[in-house]
């Protein structure tokens, strides 16, 4: 069943109205990549509203919800948690927004999470942002990251990367078949990525214009 998340409503000309639904970017990269970075960086910029999969899951955990030992033990592993789970968390957030317009960080990491969300949303990404960076380097940004998760030691980096190659990059490669994927070069400074990023989100919206 589609949800009804932002969706707005506009008067056609003859008076009839249509329903449109939300703008949805799906920001997506290895571990480390710097996806959290930057969508800072986009949301100060161009007006969206920023969900990370992964904070809402934490999040999830924290609240003591009946879940979350479920989610704990699969983040603490690497792996990814059941579509059903994370697509509630992403809808619930996208229509407590009052935005229309949603970066979502981290997600689909694979075809099911692609599947589902589309299925329970109606909703298709406008488009595809993929950080592309060498493993030695998210390594040594997440070993960095300080933000005390139990994900970032050496072991579950590890797993993590596995499930990435394995899982989520056959996600970047449909939406590339489809022609949706703008791919950063991640590995150069903060500021120098986000030249990248802002020059996709110019070149879109001046298209739409
Ligand atoms: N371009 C960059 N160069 C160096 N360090 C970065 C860069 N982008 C992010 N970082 C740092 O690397 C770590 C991982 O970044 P983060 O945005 O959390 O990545 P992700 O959300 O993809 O896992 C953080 O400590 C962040 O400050
Ligand atoms: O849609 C998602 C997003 C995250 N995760 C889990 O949450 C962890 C951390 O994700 P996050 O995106 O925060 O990590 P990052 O890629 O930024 O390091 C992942 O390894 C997965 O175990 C998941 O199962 N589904
Ligand atoms: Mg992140």
Redesign the pocket.
């Known amino acids: 069943m589609e949800t009804d998340v932002g969706v707005s409503t506009s008067e056609e000309a003859n008076g009839s109205t249509v329903q449109k639904k939300p703008t949805v970017v799906f920001v997506l990269?290895?571990?480390?990549?710097g996806?959290?970075t930057q969508c800072a960086c986009i949301v100060e910029h161009f007006g969206f509203t920023h969900f990370?999969?992964?904070?809402l899951?934490?999040a999830e955990i924290k609240s003591g919800s009946e879940n979350g030992l479920m989610?704990k033990s699969?983040?603490g592993?690497?792996?990814?948690?059941p579509s059903e789970v994370?697509v509630k968390l992403l809808q619930k957030a996208m229509e407590e927004s009052g935005n229309d317009k949603f970066l979502i960080?981290?997600?689909?990491?694979n075809d099911e999470?692609r599947a589902a969300f589309e299925a329970v949303t109606g909703i298709e990404p406008a488009f595809v942002l993929f950080f592309d960076c060498p493993e030695e380097e998210m390594e040594r940004r997440?070993l960095h990251r300080n933000q005390g998760?139990d994900?970032?030691n050496i072991e579950?980096i590890r797993k993590?990367f596995k499930?990435?190659l394995e899982s989520s990059l056959p996600v970047v490669q449909f939406y590339e078949s489809i022609g949706k994927v703008h791919k950063i070069d991640a590995a150069r400074p903060v500021e120098e990525v986000f030249e990248s990023v802002k020059a996709v989100f110019t070149s879109v919206n001046e298209k739409d214009d």
Request: hydrophobic share 30%.
């Open positions: 990269g290895g571990p480390g990549s996806k959290g990370s999969a992964g904070d899951l934490r989610i699969m983040i592993e690497g792996k990814i948690v994370t960080d981290g997600f689909p990491r999470n997440i998760r994900d970032d579950t993590r499930v990435f």
